[in-house]
């Protein structure tokens, strides 16, 4: 649970979308913890995963989005609400 997140950690919603091209942005509740940003479904959510961000780079500005990728994995994120249809 990241209740225990200390309130000086950079937090925030954002919406996430993976590889899968498909599938829509996801609201998720973001904290980063040295050079890892983890992200949960909620603000005292479990963790659903986290992003090692030294094993990434920030990619181009993509309109409303911005790219982090590495050689294996893709994700979009963004703090606009109209690239999500619900959660």
Do not use: C, H, M
């Not at 996430?16 to 005292?44: H, I, M, P, T, V």
């Amino acid at each position: 649970n990241n209740s225990s997140v200390n309130s000086g950690i950079s937090q925030g919603w954002l919406f996430k979308k993976g590889e899968d091209f498909l599938k829509s942005y996801k609201k998720r509740w973001f904290w980063l913890d040295g050079l890892k940003l983890y992200f949960a479904e909620s603000q005292n959510g479990e963790p659903k995963g986290f992003i090692d961000l030294a094993l990434f780079t920030i990619g181009k500005k993509k309109g409303k989005r911005k790219e982090l990728n590495s050689k294996k994995s893709l994700f979009f994120f963004s703090k606009d609400t109209s690239l999500a249809k619900d959660n």
